[in-house]
Nanobody, 123 residues
Framework: VQLQASGGGLVQAGGSLRLSCAAS????????MGWFRQAPGKEREFVATISWSSGSTYYSDSVKGRFTISRDNAKNTVYLQMNSLKPEDTAVYYC?????????????????WGQGTLVTVSS
């Protein structure tokens, strides 16, 4: 499985961005796709996950109500709509995929990773 993330950029606080993650290869092996992020000087942290089949979602408390994860199965693509962005959302955002139906928040549970896309939120 190969994952290609895109959509990052510079945005002012309060603004919006939409990230995309296109999957290719053995996509039939994917059950859960997720987004993680890593801010400068910090460890990578969980953001959101979505079930490839059911569309069920799970969010970290820090983004709940502001971010929305969705998927387009026909395009093998997952999106992360980010609204009401804050400077503390500044990070490199990574998409990831795993087999197994659990909405894991642990990066060690994900076997496939995209290259990351930088989101910078200015105050």
């Amino acid at each position: 499985v190969q994952l290609q993330a895109s959509g990052g950029g510079l945005v002012q606080a309060g603004g919006s961005l939409r990230l995309s993650c296109a999957a290719s290869g053995r996509t039939f092996s994917i059950d859960i796709m997720g987004w993680f992020r890593q801010a400068p000087g910090k460890e990578r942290e969980f953001v959101a996950t979505i079930s490839w089949s059911s569309g069920s979602t799970y969010y970290s408390d820090s983004v709940k109500g502001r971010f929305t994860i969705s998927r387009d199965n026909a395009k093998n693509t997952v999106y992360l709509q980010m609204n009401s962005l804050k400077p503390e959302d500044t990070a490199v955002y990574y998409c990831a995929a795993r087999s197994g139906w659990f909405h894991s928040v642990s990066e060690g549970e994900y076997g496939y990773w995209g290259q990351g896309t930088l989101v910078t939120v200015s105050s």
